[in-house]
C-alpha cells in the first residue's frame, strides 16, 4: 500500500512538473490545450459558422430546445462553459463570440454601433438555422437581447438577464457610472494594472482561472486596446432606445437575475427593470458583481434552468 502510495505520489508530481514546463516553454500551446479539454469537460465543442461578415466562432452542446447565451462588452464565449453546465443535459446550448469580439475578427467603424451588432447577430443566427431559442444574457448582450426580442419576437420564446444589463438605470448611481461621468473608461484594458483595476470593478472576489488560460485571455485583451477604445465610444454613443424604455414592449417570459454586489450597474436597477417587464421574475444573488456566470456559474446557471423548466 505504501509503494503504491509512493508510485501515485510520483506520478502527479511528475504531471505537475510536466505542465509547469509546458507552460514556461510553450504558454501559448499550453493555454488552449487546457481551454480544449475545460471546453469538452462541459459537453461543448468549439465549432465555426460562414456567415457574409466572415468565419465566427462559437461552441455548442447538448439536445433539446435551444438557449442561446450572449456575453458583454470585451467577453467572451468561454465565460458561459461553467454556467451551461447546469444546462447541457436538457437543452442544445449555442454560446456564440459576438461578431467582432473574441477570436472573431476585428470588425471596421461603425460596426459596434448596438443596432449594427445586433444586425449582426441576427447573421450568425440565420447561418445556424435558429428559428426558435431561448435568449440569455449579460451586460450588453442585454441591450442587444432587448432589441431582438423586439425585432422577431416570433423566434425568441423567452429572454434571460444573466446579471445587470447595459440600458437600465437604477434611482441610486453605481462605481461604475460615477467613473464614467469623470471621462474615465473602466472596462477598457491596456496594462496589466489596468486589467486588475478592471477586475474590481467586476467582481467582490474575482474567480479562479487556471493561470495559463488567464494570461492568454489578458495578453490578446491588453493587445487590443486602441481597437477597445474605439469600440467602448461606439457602444457608448449609440444606445437609442435604452433597454428600460423597450421593456414595456417585451412581451417573452422575461428572467431577471442581478447581483447584490455589483459595481457596473447598481442593485437599485434591478426592481425598475423587473417592473418594466410584463412578464417577470427576478432572481437575487449574494457575494457576486457583474458577470454572475463566472463568480456564481452554478446558482445563476440553475436560476435559469429553473426558469426554463417552468416556461
Not at 504558454?27 to 465555426?48: F, R, V
Not at 466562432?57 to 439536445?63: A, D, I, V
Not at 417573452?252 to 418594466?276: N, Y
Not at 456566470?293 to 436560476?303: E, I, V
Request: proline content about 6%.
Amino acid at each position: 500500500m505504501k509503494k503504491i502510495f509512493i508510485y501515485l505520489f510520483s506520478f502527479l508530481f511528475l504531471l505537475v512538473a510536466l505542465g509547469l514546463l509546458a507552460n514556461r516553454f510553450w504558454p501559448i500551446q499550453t493555454a488552449k490545450a487546457m481551454l480544449s479539454t475545460y471546453i469538452a469537460s462541459a459537453g461543448l465543442k468549439a465549432k465555426q459558422v460562414e456567415t457574409s461578415i466572415g468565419q465566427l466562432n462559437y461552441l455548442e452542446g447538448g439536445e433539446g430546445e435551444t438557449v442561446v447565451l450572449l456575453h458583454g462588452i470585451f467577453a467572451r464565449k468561454e465565460h458561459w462553459i461553467k454556467f451551461s453546465r447546469q444546462l447541457t443535459d436538457k437543452y442544445r446550448v449555442i454560446i456564440p463570440d459576438l461578431p467582432g469580439f473574441a477570436d472573431n475578427p476585428i470588425l471596421g467603424d461603425g460596426q459596434y454601433h448596438l443596432d449594427t451588432q445586433a444586425k449582426n447577430l441576427v447573421k450568425l443566427l440565420d447561418a445556424l438555422k435558429l428559428d426558435q431559442f431561448h435568449l440569455a444574457a449579460n451586460s450588453m448582450g442585454g441591450q442587444i437581447s432587448g432589441t431582438l426580442s423586439l425585432q422577431m419576437p416570433e423566434r425568441i420564446k423567452s429572454i434571460s438577464f444573466i446579471g445587470s444589463p447595459l440600458g437600465v438605470r437604477g434611482p441610486q448611481e453605481s462605481d461604475f457610472e460615477i467613473a464614467v461621468a469623470k471621462g474615465e473608461m473602466p472596462l477598457v484594458v491596456d496594462s496589466l494594472e489596468a486589467y486588475k483595476k478592471r477586475n474590481t470593478y467586476l467582481f467582490p472576489k474575482k474567480p479562479f482561472v487556471p493561470p495559463p488560460i488567464e494570461n492568454l485571455w489578458r495578453s490578446a485583451e491588453i493587445s487590443r486596446g486602441d481597437v477597445n477604445r474605439r469600440i467602448w465610444h461606439e457602444v457608448r454613443n449609440s444606445i437609442e432606445q435604452p433597454l428600460q424604455e423597450m421593456a414595456p414592449m417585451i412581451t417573452q417570459p422575461s428572467l431577471v437575475v442581478w447581483c447584490k454586489e455589483d459595481r457596473i450597474f447598481d442593485p437599485s436597477g434591478a426592481e425598475v427593470l423587473t417592473e418594466a417587464l410584463p412578464n417577470a421574475a427576478l432572481v437575487w444573488l449574494e457575494k457576486c458583481g457583474h458577470v454572475p456566470m463566472l463568480d456564481k456559474p452554478k446558482s445563476a446557471g440553475l436560476a435559469l434552468r429553473r426558469f426554463l423548466e417552468s416556461h
